[in-house]
């Protein structure tokens, strides 16, 4: 009966404890990965740390709030920091090889030996390719727009390129500085992880599909460009609206002078109030 009653309380949950992160990540190889775990107020002094392995049991582990060799801001490849007023802490990863995909845990450090640590697990993937910060960008006609494409180790090497979808008689091609230049794309490759594509003086033909290209690896991007609108400043809404309302204050010899009876006048008057009106709502 005692050996159950033990056998009971070993298998019960320790505490309501509960710690959650993100979902499943993916990563290009090496690229960089920060990771944010969440627990309950209780638990901010508690022991917080960071293991990879499919079972919490057997996991090795990688960094500790309690580890001086694995301080937040250290030069190691896994850092953890802790930030007891958000209830959060956080652990960064760097330089990832295809190595370290798999399973990895965040844990509360519970103590007690009949008390289980509270954690939550994730998968992470390493992979290789090119990817994007964001894949769908918008900017006024006549500006600029910077594309931020990523690309994984094995491709520091190989030249970059920007494409419009549909026309690869449109790529233009870095140089053997990692740089392109024209008076429409500017394109830099920092030789590490990633290269910027600025697009100068927007035009609406410019709105659609591009490529970011490393060797045969792409992703597509969407720029959208939106219209420039004119507006009236108040000074001349303010002038317009005088004019309506009191013609006599067109000079008698202005070309563009008219006279129209009290009617007619009225009527003009409505007319140009709302243009006046909604151009000042643009």
């Known amino acids: 009966m005692t050996l159950l009653v033990l056998l009971i309380i070993f298998l019960l949950p320790g505490c309501h404890c509960t710690v959650s992160t993100v979902g499943d990540v993916s ?20 022991v917080k740390y960071w293991c990879q392995g499919r079972m919490r049991e057997f996991c090795t582990s990688l960094a500790r709030t309690d580890d001086p ?8 490849r896994v850092t ?26 965040c844990g509360v450090e519970l103590g007690g030996m009949w ?11 390493v992979i290789q ?31 970059k390129q920007w494409c419009r979808s549909g026309n690869l008689n449109s790529c233009v091609v870095t140089d053997s500085e990692g740089t392109f230049s024209s008076t ?23 709105s659609g599909w591009y490529w970011c290209r490393a060797g045969q690896q792409q992703v597509a991007v969407h720029v959208s460009v939106t219209a420039q609108t004119t507006t009236l400043s108040t000074s001349t809404i303010q002038n317009l609206k ?6 006599s204050v067109m000079s008698s010899t202005d070309p563009h002078r008219w006279v129209l009876g009290e009617k007619e006048t009225k009527n003009a008057s409505v007319i140009f109030l709302n243009a006046a009106a909604q151009a000042q709502m643009l």
């Open 69 to 76: 060799e694995s301080p937040p801001n250290g030069k190691g």
């Open 129 to 159: 390719g090119v990817s994007v910060v964001s894949s769908l960008l918008s900017a006024d006609e006549g500006s600029s727009v910077t594309v931020q494409c990523l690309y994984s180790k094995n491709l520091r090497s190989i030249e």
């Open 27 to 46: 990563v290009l190889e090496g690229g960089s990965v920060t990771v944010p775990c969440h627990y309950n107020p209780q638990y901010t002094s508690h």
């Open 184 to 206: 429409k794309v500017f394109i830099h490759d920092d030789r590490n992880s990633m290269f910027l594509v600025t697009i100068h003086q927007l035009e609406m033909r410019d």
């Open 80 to 105: 953890i920091a802790d930030d007891p007023t958000q209830h959060v802490f956080t652990v960064s990863m760097r330089n990832l090889t295809e190595e370290d995909s798999g399973w990895y845990w």
């Open 242 to 247: 005088t004019t309506v309302r009191n013609p």
């Open 115 to 125: 008390v289980s640590d509270s954690t939550a697990s994730l998968h992470i993937s």
